[in-house]
């Protein structure tokens, strides 16, 4: 709330091309050899895949750091990509501390180690925001610093915590080249994915300019809490869970059930909310000048409500080594994906691209969700029939107050969004609360229950059986 006054949207966005370049760049930088952390065989297989992804972070950092200073040196003038300004200097070390922090927090949830995770995450976040706070004056620069800041700190805290100082340069190099067919099928997904979802901002401010790029990515990061604070969360236990089952040779339909139902429950009324009343939101809670990115927001709040879903689970597809398929299908994204971002040069409006942008996310999600329940020996249709009753409120619900939201006075529409929220949040609370119970029950009592009963509580068991 207090970054929303301080900085301007154009500032906004050439924080967002650059954070972009950074992301990608860090995507290239370690090769997704952190993903083999959770699949090596030992605890040393996995420092040493660990260390070697570290260490190409870091040598394609200084590579970058080379090249921005003979351009300069060259040229005169600092090369600036899409609008990304001064914050370009930073983008080196951005690359550098997103690489090391993906390696060392896989190597950390391997290890179970959810506390240090968590820790590091809240005090780098802090770190990050009085960074941002305190450079202001410096306008996009201060944005970027602050998040370098924040990442660095993130990552140091992590490395020391890590035990990777023993890990030799053979072992490094022999788990690089074991684990490279993994890496090169990743690679490409993984880099087409960073660049058509999590930093389209470049592709927005060449399409709609700057200005517009900094609203989408402001709105975009508000909506991301969520995900950040509690599917992030989930996929990083979720992957290493996942995977020691199936190195175990466990069935995965009800983990899986269990996951799809707990996201979809928690991310309804959250993103439901923005729908509803997104641009009042961003208005009252960011000031005047955001109530655009509201607008925005409510566009892409249906899209990220399944991305919330589908992005823990991706994961499964790692594990199962759908690597070939997860190539072809990332190509096939994010031609999809830029395709129907650029529908706004047709007439001339970014939020007709907005539109067509959420509604082709809305489609691959549910088609990795689709996906990662037939993987794990389930189908859409039957996990749907166990949250019909969930559905057909939220079916049901949303669209008739949407309906009547120009229509009725703001105070009523106020309280029925509001008693929808809170109804759908005390449902959620209850099957959690439901769910634990079930979770902590003992294993003989736990297996005796009959299959309907464990299917009343959401767990998917009965299903499997």
Not at 68 to 73: F, G, I, Q, S
Not at 371 to 397: E, F, N, Q
Request: hydrophobic share 55%; glycine share 8%; charged share 10%.
């Amino acid at each position: 709330m207090l970054l929303a006054r301080l900085y301007t949207p154009h500032e906004f966005g050439e924080f967002a091309v650059a954070l972009s370049f950074a992301t990608i760049l860090a995507a290239l930088a370690t090769l997704r050899l952190e993903m083999a952390v959770p699949l090596a065989e030992d605890e040393r297989e996995a420092r040493a895949v660990a260390a070697s992804a570290l260490f190409f972070a870091v040598v394609v950092s200084l590579g970058l750091l080379v090249v921005l200073v003979a351009h300069r040196a060259v040229t005169g003038h600092t090369w600036s990509a899409l609008g990304a300004g001064s914050s370009i200097w930073l983008v080196p070390f951005a690359v550098a501390a997103l690489g090391a922090l993906a390696t060392v927090r896989m190597l950390q949830s391997r290890r179970e180690n959810f506390r240090a995770v968590s820790l590091s995450r809240v005090t780098a976040s802090v770190v990050q925001s009085v960074g941002q706070l305190a450079a202001s004056p410096l306008g996009s620069l201060g944005l970027s610093a602050g998040f370098v800041v924040g990442t660095v700190w993130n990552a140091v805290s992590l490395t020391r915590r890590s035990g990777l100082r023993g890990t030799s340069w053979a072992q490094g190099r022999l788990a690089a080249a074991k684990w490279r067919r993994l890496s090169l099928f990743l690679l490409v997904p993984s880099v087409l994915n960073t660049a058509t979802v999590g930093a389209v901002a470049p592709a927005v401010a060449l399409f709609y300019g700057v200005a517009s790029s900094g609203l989408f990515t402001f709105s975009a990061r508000v909506l991301a809490l969520p995900a950040t604070i509690i599917g992030q969360a989930v996929s990083t236990a979720f992957f290493p869970k996942v995977a020691e089952l199936e190195r175990r040779g466990a069935l995965l339909t009800s983990s899986i059930h269990r996951a799809v139902t707990g996201l979809a429950m928690v991310s309804a009324p959250i993103f439901g909310l923005v729908v509803l009343a997104g641009p009042e939101l961003f208005g009252l809670v960011f000031g005047p000048e955001w109530r655009a990115a509201g607008e925005i927001s409510a566009v892409l709040a249906p899209w990220l409500a399944l991305a919330f879903i589908s992005s823990p689970l991706s994961t499964l597809m790692t594990v199962k080594n759908q690597l070939r398929r997860l190539l072809v299908l990332s190509i096939i994204e994010a031609s999809l994906r830029l395709g129907s971002l650029s529908v706004g040069l047709i007439d001339g409006r970014a939020m007709t691209g907005f539109i067509a942008y959420s509604l082709s996310g809305c489609l691959i999600c549910l088609y990795y969700v689709r996906w990662s329940l037939r993987l794990a020996g389930s189908s859409l249709r039957g996990w749907l029939r166990t949250v019909r009753g969930y559905l057909l409120v939220i079916g049901g619900a949303y669209p008739a107050l949407l309906a009547t939201k120009g229509s009725l006075p703001i105070r009523w529409f106020g309280v029925l969004t509001a008693a929808l929220t809170l109804l759908l949040f005390g449902w959620t609370a209850v099957w959690l609360y439901r769910h634990a119970l079930v979770r902590a029950a003992p294993p003989a009592e736990y297996h005796a229950a009959p299959p309907a009963e464990l299917a009343t509580h959401g767990s998917g068991a009965g299903t499997a059986r």
